[in-house]
């Protein structure tokens, strides 16, 4: 059995049972069975007698244990059947100890708190850890401990003591600690202050021994919804090409991705779209593959078309575009990408629908992209646009030159024969596809945006081939942050961190009502059902 304790510093109210809820959710999701125990410091013997207007609302289990609201949390977000015996107090611990004294079980010892209580504690978590609550035979994989209250309390430091010993107890390496606290922004230019964090984990480390590395912070904004706190924690990416499962095919795209999502702090999750299954053909023919191919690009928070060569898949990319288009996915078409991703609008928004690249149809009335006036037809090898060519900005309060550092240009490496036609371009511009970046002449589209949208970029250059670790791709952060749904953490310079975002941002607050205790408002109803189960992505 794993154990994860889940502290809380400084303030109550924080959203360490959503915190916590989220953290077992994330491990269900990753194939892990999950229980959870509550532990609240107070003496009653549990929540019946308590006023829901002092303590929040009294939630009523199976076995008919009135207990914590928290308890409500974990069986809506992990789908559990939890005990009374889920829920500690310090009523329970006393009253079984003391229970043990009356009958003898002590005779002639001194009953403390140090070891009896705290034996009391280490032996009910271990008992009730072991109890199956999720219908399934046996006891779970991991056991996530909350425990109630804040990190300084009278209250809680028998526990505080307990759990110590119980990490040696099941051993460290069975044993994780995740301190939920507050870090408040002070000023309007939104600077964190981490003093009150710094005190909690001090009095944290008094008590243990804690052990804190940057890595092992992670920032969770105020959300408007406490449903989206699982999905802060993690991000999922649909590439949709046409060698899908041959990772090494698209090798660079992949790392770049990876740089991006280490910066924004996210654990990468990309799941292959086979282009071809999003077309219609697919869905006569082969209707499951039809159906798991949709489901993998809904549930993607960001979309990814990469470069190709050749008509095979070309429509279930233009799909795939179209559907992030529409739904304000984000989206980054990279060469091909971008091409496809403006033939789409050219057939959606302009009702061209035979809109296409000479490149698939020779013969289309509406060439939106066409072969490139310097290149050979007769010689294959070589003979494409390659290399480091520079992109200047046309316009310059666009996403991308701001992603870039809003630099004037970019040098980025190029391998096409195609182009967007140039004589295209004032169409499309009116039509609200917006062409940032072109090349030297101002005639060769290398960058395309949709301004209406929160993250639609289309580039004719592989930024990927030049993205590193520690120094990610300016682009592929642009996605990923968009897909985190934090599009004001994009940094002002390329490479560098995402700044947090400062409360009072667009990302918007939690909507809160607390209970005269500073307990938050909880949903009485909710459900993730679907966000988990869109196939097996494959985790980065
Ligand atoms: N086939 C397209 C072209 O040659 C796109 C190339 C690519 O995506 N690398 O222009």
Not at 203 to 218: K, Y
Request: aromatic residues 8%; glycine residues 10%.
């Amino acid at each position: 059995m794993k154990y994860v304790l889940v502290t809380g510093g400084v303030v109550s109210g924080l959203g360490k049972g959503v915190t916590a809820s989220s953290i077992g959710l994330l491990l269900q999701a990753c194939g892990l069975r999950v229980t959870s125990i509550k532990i609240d410091p107070y003496l009653n013997t549990d929540a019946g007698t308590m006023s829901p207007f002092e303590h929040g609302e009294v939630f009523v289990l199976d076995d008919g244990g009135e207990v914590d609201l928290d308890l409500g949390n974990y069986e809506r977000f992990l789908d559990l059947t939890l005990t009374r015996d889920n829920n500690i107090t310090t009523g329970k611990i006393y009253q079984s100890v003391i229970d043990k004294e009356r009958k003898g079980d002590y005779l002639g010892k001194t009953v403390q708190v140090v070891p009896h209580i705290t034996d009391a504690i280490q032996e009910w978590i271990e008992r009730v850890a072991m109890v199956p609550v999720d219908g399934k035979e046996g006891p779970a994989d991991v056991c996530v401990i909350e425990l109630g209250g804040t990190i300084g309390d009278i209250e809680s430091m028998p526990f505080i003591e307990a759990l110590g010993q119980f990490s040696y107890r099941v051993g460290r390496e069975n044993f994780c600690l995740i301190h939920v606290s507050l870090v408040p922004v002070l000023n309007v230019v939104g600077e964190q202050k981490t003093k009150p964090t710094q005190h909690s984990v001090r009095v944290l480390r008094g008590q243990g021994d804690g052990l804190l590395q940057a890595e092992n912070i992670v920032t969770l904004y105020d959300v408007l919804n406490i449903w989206h706190i699982p999905l802060l924690l993690r991000v999922r990416i649909a590439m949709v090409g046409k060698y899908t499962g041959l990772s090494d095919a698209y090798l660079s795209v992949l790392k770049a991705l990876l740089h991006a999502s280490v910066a924004c702090r996210r654990k990468l999750v990309v799941d292959w779209v086979a282009a071809g299954d999003l077309e219609d053909v697919t869905a006569e023919e082969a209707p499951e593959a039809y159906k798991a191919a949709w489901d993998l690009l809904k549930g993607a928070d960001g979309v990814l078309v990469p470069g190709g060569f050749g008509d095979r898949g070309v429509q279930g990319k233009i799909l795939a575009a179209k559907y992030a288009r529409e739904n304000k996915v984000p989206y980054l078409g990279i060469c091909l990408g971008m091409q496809i991703a403006v033939i789409e609008y050219a057939r959606s928004v302009l009702g061209m629908a035979d809109a296409n690249s000479t490149e698939f149809d020779s013969e289309t009335t509406s060439p939106c992209v066409i072969f490139m006036p310097e290149g050979s037809k007769t010689h294959m090898g070589g003979t494409m646009r390659l290399g480091s060519r520079r992109t200047y900005f046309k316009v310059n309060d666009c996403k991308s030159a701001k992603l870039y550092g809003n630099v004037a240009s970019v040098d980025e490496r190029h391998r096409h024969r195609y182009e967007v036609n140039p004589d295209m371009i004032s169409q499309l511009e009116n039509a609200g596809l917006s062409f940032v970046g072109r090349d030297e002449t101002g005639r060769r589209m290398e960058i395309v945006e949709l301004p209406t949208h929160p993250y639609f970029v289309g580039v004719q250059f592989h930024p990927e081939f030049k993205s590193r670790p520690g120094k990610p791709s300016a682009l592929f952060l642009g996605l990923i942050s968009a897909a985190c749904r934090q599009p004001n953490t994009i940094p002002q310079n390329n490479g560098h961190l995402p700044k947090p975002v400062a409360n009072g941002t667009s990302n918007g607050h939690v909507t809160v009502k607390p209970h005269q205790n500073g307990h938050a408002f909880k949903p009485s109803n909710g459900s993730l059902n679907g966000v988990y189960s869109n196939g097996n992505g494959v985790h980065f």
